[in-house]
């Protein structure tokens, strides 16, 4: 009887911790904007202190609910473009908040007194911040750039050398409609001429049903040798299963935990891919290595498709010649990138691991959550495989 008294108390505890946090979080990063930008210069007085106040108190609550609305049981879509945009903002104005903190502490040093310091620190804050914001938003709604690099593979025959491989990844097709984008992206892939197409996993976030319109245009990529997918982690916080089996109908291949392998003028070349590490939550995924290259030719130079860059690991440790990822979007938001990197090896770009190794990392075709990029503008990838020299 205890016992059952005790996990009864722990049911609600842990829901009080889970609310103090889900509120914790937005009042820190809404704290210091506050101060910069309304309480110091203001001097706690006067009609733009109590209406910045008032707009601040708004936006406090306005977050936690649009993103309980948008990412909780009702699934609001309308709701969850707020909230996200709404974090994405304020995290652009904490972070400049920051700076502007530390400039405020410099010119103390050179003997600028308040309020005036304050003030010049405000509207600093508050004008780069604000162009940030909407240059942001340019950039994670625009066709992303084509980025082209040339990777030397160690074994690989001259059959394939100059073969180009197309890389998109981290599309993230939710709440706000991009089908216009990304019918884009599709002609925008095809003028590339790939000879493989590749999408590296966090194809969308919800369900087919829902996302599915989104996600069709990917059918009409054109890419001779073949159209491969991986799933993400955001799948597996939805339908991985559906969307594993929506790309298959669409015409691209799924490569859960498996290899395909391709030949040309008798050289061997093997595409492989493995689950995201989130997906051994659900029976029969989850990442494998080992099966996923069983049966492949040894000799034959292998490339990888692993959402993320840590999984790099294993791919060196198994003789990979190259690992294509995404996952890190490079950050997405300025100075993200920095925390990104706690968690990851690499952010962006081409990097060697091991003796014969090499990790590309995709910034993302697409964004997550906030509709902005800050510093950390989307890719698509053309990766133009050569042998490998010495």
């Given at each position: 009887?205890?016992?059952?008294?005790?996990?009864?108390?722990?049911?609600?505890?842990?829901?009080?911790?889970r609310s103090a946090l889900f509120l914790a979080i937005p009042a820190i990063l809404f704290a210091l904007p506050w101060w910069t930008?309304?309480?110091?210069?203001?001097?706690?007085?006067?009609?733009?202190?109590?209406?910045?106040?008032?707009?601040?108190?708004?936006?406090?609550?306005?977050?936690?609910?649009?993103?309980?609305?948008?990412?909780?049981?009702?699934?609001?879509?309308?709701?969850?473009?707020?909230?996200?945009?709404?974090?994405?903002?304020?995290?652009?104005?904490?972070?400049?908040?920051?700076?502007?903190?530390?400039?405020?502490?410099?010119?103390?040093?050179?003997?600028?007194?308040?309020?005036?310091?304050?003030?010049?620190?405000?509207?600093?804050?508050?004008?780069?911040?604000?162009?940030?914001?909407?240059?942001?938003?340019?950039?994670?709604?625009?066709?992303?750039?084509?980025?082209?690099?040339?990777v030397p593979i160690r074994g690989l025959g001259a059959a394939f050398d100059g073969l180009r491989l197309v890389v998109v990844t981290?599309?993230?097709?939710?709440?706000?409609?991009?089908?216009?984008?990304?019918?884009?992206?599709?002609?925008?892939?095809?003028?590339?001429?790939?000879?493989?197409?590749?999408?590296?996993?966090?194809?969308?976030?919800?369900?087919?049903?829902?996302?599915?319109?989104?996600?069709?245009?990917?059918?009409?990529?054109?890419?001779?040798?073949?159209?491969?997918?991986?799933?993400?982690?955001?799948?597996?916080?939805?339908?991985?299963?559906?969307w594993i089996d929506h790309m298959a109908s669409i015409g691209w291949q799924p490569l859960h935990n498996q290899h395909e392998t391709?030949?040309?003028?008798?050289?061997?070349?093997?595409?492989?891919?493995?689950?995201?590490?989130?997906?051994?939550?659900?029976?029969?995924?989850?990442?494998?290595?080992?099966?996923?290259?069983?049966?492949?030719?040894?000799?034959?130079?292998?490339?990888?498709?692993?959402?993320?860059?840590?999984?790099?690991?294993?791919?060196?440790?198994?003789?990979?010649?190259?690992?294509?990822?995404?996952?890190?979007?490079?950050?997405?938001?300025?100075?993200?990138?920095?925390?990104?990197?706690?968690?990851?090896?690499?952010?962006?770009?081409?990097?060697?691991?091991?003796?014969?190794?090499?990790?590309?990392?995709?910034?993302?075709?697409?964004?997550?959550?906030?509709?902005?990029?800050?510093?950390?503008?989307?890719?698509?990838?053309?990766?133009?495989?050569?042998?490998?020299?010495?």
């Amino acid at each position: 009887m205890r016992r059952n008294s005790r996990a009864y108390e722990d049911g609600p505890l842990k829901y009080v911790v889970r609310s103090a946090l889900f509120l914790a979080i937005p009042a820190i990063l809404f704290a210091l904007p506050w101060w910069t930008l309304v309480g110091a210069p203001t001097t706690g007085t006067g009609p733009l202190f109590w209406l910045g106040t008032a707009l601040f108190l708004a936006g406090f609550v306005a977050l936690p609910a649009s993103m309980f609305l948008g990412h909780g049981p009702a699934q609001s879509d309308a709701a969850a473009i707020v909230g996200d945009t709404l974090l994405g903002v304020l995290w652009v104005f904490f972070s400049w908040s920051v700076l502007g903190t530390i400039a405020s502490l410099g010119l103390a040093v050179g003997g600028v007194d308040d309020p005036a310091r304050s003030r010049i620190v405000a509207v600093g804050v508050l004008a780069i911040a604000s162009v940030l914001v909407v240059w942001g938003v340019v950039e994670a709604r625009r066709v992303p750039r084509v980025r082209t690099v040339e990777v030397p593979i160690r074994g690989l025959g001259a059959a394939f050398d100059g073969l180009r491989l197309v890389v998109v990844t981290d599309t993230h097709f939710a709440a706000l409609n991009r089908l216009r984008w990304s019918e884009r992206v599709v002609a925008v892939v095809n003028a590339q001429r790939p000879d493989i197409a590749c999408h590296a996993g966090d194809l969308a976030d919800g369900s087919v049903a829902k996302r599915h319109p989104q996600v069709d245009p990917l059918g009409k990529v054109e890419a001779p040798l073949g159209r491969f997918y991986i799933t993400g982690n955001h799948e597996y916080f939805g339908d991985a299963q559906g969307w594993i089996d929506h790309m298959a109908s669409i015409g691209w291949q799924p490569l859960h935990n498996q290899h395909e392998t391709l030949t040309r003028g008798g050289d061997r070349l093997v595409i492989a891919g493995i689950d995201d590490p989130t997906g051994v939550g659900l029976p029969g995924h989850g990442p494998d290595l080992p099966t996923a290259l069983a049966g492949a030719d040894p000799q034959a130079p292998v490339v990888l498709l692993a959402h993320q860059p840590k999984q790099i690991t294993g791919a060196a440790a198994a003789g990979v010649a190259l690992q294509i990822s995404g996952h890190t979007h490079g950050g997405q938001i300025w100075p993200f990138h920095y925390l990104v990197r706690l968690d990851q090896p690499v952010v962006a770009g081409l990097s060697a691991h091991g003796a014969h190794t090499k990790l590309y990392t995709s910034r993302g075709t697409g964004f997550w959550g906030p509709q902005l990029r800050v510093f950390a503008p989307s890719e698509i990838t053309v990766l133009v495989l050569r042998p490998e020299v010495g």
